[in-house]
């Protein structure tokens, strides 16, 4: 165990990825056992389900992730990409941009210079 990654002489993802099941599945049983009040303000996790009033909702439509003001995976990568992005134009990250991007060289950018050309 090295900074919460799973380390084997075999490194197999299915590994890793089971002792973080293991170990998220004693903290729910830890929450369950010792939060007499679950409610949409002390717990915004993924122990939605275990909040009696969220239990009706479906997951897959992610209404109960909504109730809690919470988004999905998708969009939070999404947005880390952007700001990942960001950072990397800008010189906040110092990585050679062009290894990445290519920025527009034509002089319609709506006001700034850093219009990113799309590539297929």
């Known amino acids: 165990m090295d900074f919460g990654v799973f380390v084997d002489e075999e490194p197999k993802f299915h590994a890793h990825v089971s002792k973080i099941v293991e170990n998220a ?3 729910l049983g830890l929450i369950r056992a010792n939060f007499r009040c679950l409610d949409t303000v002390t717990i915004r996790r993924s122990v939605a389900k275990l909040i009696p009033e969220l239990k ?3 997951y897959d439509h992610f209404k109960r992730l909504r109730a809690l ?3 999905i995976l998708h969009h939070l990568r999404r947005r880390g990409d952007m700001m990942q992005t960001h950072k990397i ?3 906040i990250d110092r990585v050679d941009s062009n290894i990445f991007f290519e920025l ?3 002089s319609v950018t709506r006001g700034h210079n850093q219009k990113l050309v ?3």
């Open 69 to 71: 003001g919470l988004s």
């Open 25 to 27: 599945s004693r903290l």
């Open 104 to 106: 527009s060289s034509g």
């Open 89 to 91: 134009i800008n010189g």
């Open 56 to 58: 009706h909702l479906p």
């Open 118 to 120: 799309k590539t297929c």
